[in-house]
């Protein structure tokens, strides 16, 4: 199984300023295959990025992926109040195994 | 728009079969791969399983011995069934659709997902 580990655990901004969110798998993946989402509390989590750079339909541009092999990364270019929430990445791999990682908490500073 | 509708009971005893049931509305119900997930403090986010419109599954190995999911593709449904559940199972629970699954995969519709309580 695949194991997703984000870092930091959390992250205190500011509104306004830049967010980088870290995921690195135990092996190589393919980068088709890295997603990330956003929870809020009570709430379901919200597809943002697949394929590691594409954004999901609807989803502001100011939150763009990138990354490849083991190293992955959600950047949100100026944090908006309603961005605070739980981050989480996501793998798939052939088998089928699915994994998630533990989630990055952004919180305002 | 692709909603997801769960139903089923949260709050079971030691050993009972928890059972859910989600139903599909809006857009193709083939095509995809319809999914269970649940979260839990202590797990975080665990991938189940999931299955087509055939009735083709795949299971969380760790889970598979206790679980069976199942689709009814004229009524747009699918269920889950997790037996002999223990303090452990207890999670949220959610359906979702699992797209893209041979180049992008991605869950990009979820439910609004279901408290499950296991206790004596």
């Known amino acids: 199984e695949i194991v997703l580990s984000q870092s930091p655990g959390t992250l205190s901004l500011s509104p306004g300023d830049r967010a980088t969110l870290s995921c690195r798998a135990s092996?190589?993946?393919?980068?088709?295959?890295l997603a990330w989402y956003q929870q809020k509390p009570g709430q379901a989590p919200r597809l943002l990025i697949y394929?590691?750079?594409r954004r999901a339909t609807g989803i502001p541009d100011r939150f763009s992926g990138s990354g490849s092999g083991t190293d992955f990364t959600l950047s949100i270019s100026r944090l908006d109040p309603e961005d605070f929430a739980v981050y989480y990445c996501?793998?798939?791999?052939?088998?089928?195994?699915?994994?998630f990682g533990q989630g990055t908490r952004l919180e305002i500073q | 728009q692709v909603q997801l509708q769960q139903r089923g009971a949260g709050l079971l005893k030691p050993s009972e079969t928890l059972s859910l049931s989600c139903a599909v509305y809006?857009?193709?119900?083939?095509?995809?791969?319809w999914s269970w997930i649940r979260q839990s403090p202590v797990k975080g986010l665990e991938w189940i399983g999931g299955?087509?419109?055939?009735?083709?599954?795949n299971y969380q190995p760790s889970l598979k011995s206790r679980v069976t999911i199942s689709v009814d593709t004229p009524n747009n449904q699918f269920s889950l069934k997790l037996k002999s559940v223990t303090a452990a199972d207890a999670a949220v629970y959610f359906c979702?659709?699992?797209?893209?699954?041979?180049?992008?995969?991605?869950?990009?519709?979820w439910s609004q997902g279901t408290l499950v309580t296991v206790s004596s």
């Open positions: 394929g590691a750079s």
């Open positions: 979702a659709r699992f797209s893209g699954w041979l180049s992008t995969p991605r869950f990009d519709y």
């Open positions: 809006g857009g193709s119900f083939s095509g995809y791969y």
């Open positions: 299955i087509n419109h055939f009735g083709s599954t």
């Open positions: 996501q793998q798939y791999s052939d088998s089928p195994s699915i994994t």
């Open positions: 092996q190589t993946i393919s980068s088709s295959y």
